[in-house]
């Protein structure tokens, strides 16, 4: 079932304002390469996050992060690194949103 864009982007909306609640400097948003998309780059503890936002209203989420999608971040994750070089460490993670929470997985990429 495909998520409509609206909804996308009101989880995005969310994921953004819990992330700053949370001591997140949001850096980007919705960058793009040739490889595909990262939802949020933020910044806390001298620590770069790459954050891939995904929501549902009835199963776990996170299983929509497929080997093959995440491939599709690390690669835009490296474009990113090689096109600003960055002088932070960073990890990849996933902001898993529904109707009633947020939460943060970390290091998605170790999985």
């Given at each position: 079932?495909?998520?409509?864009?609206?909804?996308?982007?009101?989880?995005?909306?969310?994921?953004?304002?819990?992330?700053?609640?949370?001591g997140y400097f949001v850096?980007?948003?919705?960058?793009?390469?040739?490889?595909?998309?990262?939802?949020?780059?933020?910044?806390?503890?001298?620590?770069?996050?790459?954050?891939?936002?995904?929501?549902?209203?009835?199963?776990?989420?996170?299983?929509?992060?497929?080997?093959?999608?995440?491939?599709?971040?690390?690669?835009?994750?490296?474009?990113?690194?090689?096109?600003?070089?960055?002088?932070?460490?960073?990890?990849?993670?996933?902001?898993?949103?529904?109707?009633?929470?947020?939460?943060?997985?970390?290091?998605?990429?170790?999985?």
């Open positions: 079932m495909k998520i409509s864009l609206e909804v996308g982007l009101q989880a995005e909306e969310k994921a953004v304002k819990y992330l700053e609640k949370q850096v980007e948003r919705n960058f793009h390469s040739r490889f595909g998309e990262i939802d949020i780059i933020a910044q806390k503890d001298e620590i770069l996050h790459f954050f891939e936002v995904k929501y549902s209203k009835n199963y776990d989420a996170i299983t929509r992060i497929t080997p093959q999608k995440l491939q599709k971040i690390i690669k835009t994750v490296n474009y990113y690194l090689m096109k600003k070089n960055p002088d932070y460490d960073y990890q990849i993670d996933a902001l898993i949103v529904n109707e009633t929470s947020i939460e943060i997985v970390e290091n998605i990429s170790f999985n």
